[in-house]
């Protein structure tokens, strides 16, 4: 069973920078693709910032220019820098991991871990 465990919430105000961390349970390279996603109060989950196996990445408009992910495959960790955070960043933020199996899919999530904007 893999574990995702996301760390580095925190409560911090407008303007400052945060950086999570997940940690994976096994190599990440054996992932196809990583990412980070967000769900705000009375909002869906969405989908922020994504890594694949060969370093390539996306990130939605939302995000972009501000957020950055990256990983360190040694340490089995995927990593999102979070700066000029806003208020409306608020929310509880996830780790998933994607990997196949053949024509099996496999998807993995975090617990999450809380980040809060505020003045």
């Known amino acids: 069973q893999v574990q995702l465990v996301e760390s580095g919430g925190s409560l911090v105000q407008p303007g400052e920078s945060l950086r999570l961390s997940c940690q994976a349970s096994r190599n990440i390279f054996s992932f196809t693709s990583m990412g980070w996603h967000r769900q705000g109060p009375g909002k869906e989950r969405e989908l922020i910032a994504s890594?694949?196996?060969?370093?390539?990445?996306n990130y939605a408009n939302s995000v972009k220019g501000r957020f950055t992910i990256s990983r360190d495959n040694g340490k089995n960790t995927v990593y999102l820098q979070m700066n000029s955070l806003r208020l409306d960043d608020t929310a509880v933020y996830y780790c998933?991991?994607?990997?196949?199996?053949?024509?099996?899919?496999?998807?993995?999530w975090g617990q999450g871990t809380q980040v809060t904007v505020s003045s």
């Open positions: 890594i694949t196996r060969d370093g390539r990445t």
């Open positions: 998933n991991a994607f990997s196949f199996v053949g024509v099996q899919a496999y998807e993995y």
